[in-house]
């Protein structure tokens, strides 16, 4: 009954800014990496940035800085702030929680977000 759920993909113009966020439940995040992941039209799924339970992060080269990934454990929520987008980020979003236990992977059904004039 683990699920995760993403919000708040949607249409937007390069440059502008968008928050994606992923409500956990059957879960508790604070035992779990979590992490976002993307695929855009005709590609490979690739990472965008990962979070620890205390905190630490990690973002793929590609993101450039331009993305911030958080969590509030208290919420059981992470979130994506993504900032400067551009076409190329087209994708849909997916939010992904690993068990570092066993090692488990959980996803989200994805949100779909577009950049495009």
């Known amino acids: 009954q683990v699920q995760l759920v993403e919000s708040g993909g949607g249409l937007v113009q390069p440059g502008e800014s968008l928050r994606l966020s992923c409500a956990a439940s059957?879960?508790?995040?604070?035992?779990?990496?979590m992490g976002w992941y993307r695929q855009g039209p005709g590609k490979q799924r690739e990472l965008v940035a990962t979070i620890a339970s205390g905190g630490s992060t990690n973002y793929a080269d590609s993101m450039k800085g331009r993305f911030t990934i958080s969590r509030d454990n208290a919420k059981n929520t992470v979130s994506l702030q993504m900032n400067s987008l551009k076409p190329e980020d087209t994708a849909v979003y997916y939010c992904?929680?690993?068990?570092?236990?066993?090692?488990?992977?959980?996803w989200g059904q994805g949100t779909q977000v577009t950049v495009s004039s």
């Open positions: 992904n929680a690993v068990d570092v236990y066993t090692r488990r992977a959980y």
């Open positions: 059957g879960m508790i995040i604070r035992a779990y990496v």
